[in-house]
């Protein structure tokens, strides 16, 4: 039996309050931005990016290819080197027009998508139609487009928006549809409305689908603002790959395309990274 100093004491400093205490309340550890998963990640995907360049330049160097054929990323990324403001310019025209036709896209997809779902009658009538527009490609689209709205910065933006709309309809569709049945039960014996059951469970559960939608249709955007610089462009990405195609010149080419790889794969991550953030709770599922 523990002696009554002992006792005590041990009382004593179980009522003691912790140090932070003392300094004014608990010390909170600060969240961290990027777990050492996600680093590890990243330094994984560098890695493998490197990797595919260095693979990349070997070829070049072992097969020897006429510079009008091919060309290495060390000539590609001197050309960045050489003209930093000309494909700046050019790289900030076509991520405008990216992100605007993936704005219009998003906001259009998931409206539609909602459509679908919550009217039957809508469904039945419009989604056989949207699948048969889905198999046109966008491609043949452009130069409509271009005859509505002219050769400057909404034609591209819509096309974008074209290439975007489609994976976010399909992917907000299944996911509102996709609600576990014992949720929607729930809601009809608490005799939730239907603006509450579409705020506080539907969309919550359809979130992680509609965000998977999104990083698919970022990255369209991007391939959909050049295909409209393609048809019909002076400035953008895509207007310095159909120059440089012109003038035989690769170095140029090559460059605008790791450009656009970089563009695209920066949104992706972007949007995967806001999605993280915002459905915390799939990622404590996994």
């Known amino acids: ?28 550890s ?20 490197v990797g595919l360049f260095v693979v990349w330049q070997l070829v070049v160097i072992i097969f020897s290819p006429p510079e009008y ?7 590609a990324f001197d050309e960045l080197i050489k003209r930093p403001d000309y494909f700046a310019i050019n790289t900030w025209v076509t991520l405008q027009e990216a992100l605007a036709g993936f704005a219009l896209g998003t906001a259009l997809g998931v409206l539609c998508g909602a459509v679908l779902h919550y009217s039957p ?21 452009a130069p409509l487009f271009i005859v509505w709205f002219g050769f400057g910065f909404e034609s591209k933006a819509f096309v ?15 996911g509102l549809s996709s609600v576990p049945h014992e949720l929607q039960e729930l809601a ?46 002076s400035k953008g990405l895509g207007y310095v790959i159909l120059l440089a195609n012109s003038q035989v010149d690769l170095p140029s080419m090559f460059a605008a395309f790791i450009v656009l790889a970089a563009i695209a794969l920066a949104l992706f991550f972007i949007v995967d990274f806001a999605g993280r953030k915002l459905v915390p709770w799939k990622n404590h599922a996994k």
Not at 2 to 15: F, I, M, N, W
Not at 160 to 174: C, G, R
């Open 69 to 75: 054929l091919a060309v290495g990323p060390i000539s």
């Open 160 to 174: 974008a928006m074209a290439i975007a709309f489609f994976p976010l309809v399909i992917n907000t569709y299944d």
């Open 188 to 233: 009809r014996i608490n005799k939730a409305s239907p603006w509450k059951k579409m705020t506080k469970i539907d969309f919550i559960y359809a979130i992680p689908s509609i965000f998977s939608g999104a990083k698919i249709s970022i990255s369209l955007a991007v391939g959909g603002a050049v295909v409209g610089e393609f048809i019909a462009g």
């Open 30 to 49: 600060k969240p961290r931005m990027f777990s050492r998963d996600s680093i590890a990640v990243g330094a994984k995907a560098v890695a493998g990016i």
């Open 121 to 141: 009658t809508v469904r039945s009538f419009l989604y056989p139609a949207l699948i048969a527009i889905d198999t046109i490609p966008k491609v043949a689209l």
């Open 1 to 28: 039996m523990a002696s009554p100093e002992v006792s005590e004491v041990g009382s004593d400093s179980l009522r003691q309050p912790p140090p932070e205490a003392a300094l004014g309340g608990p010390v909170r």
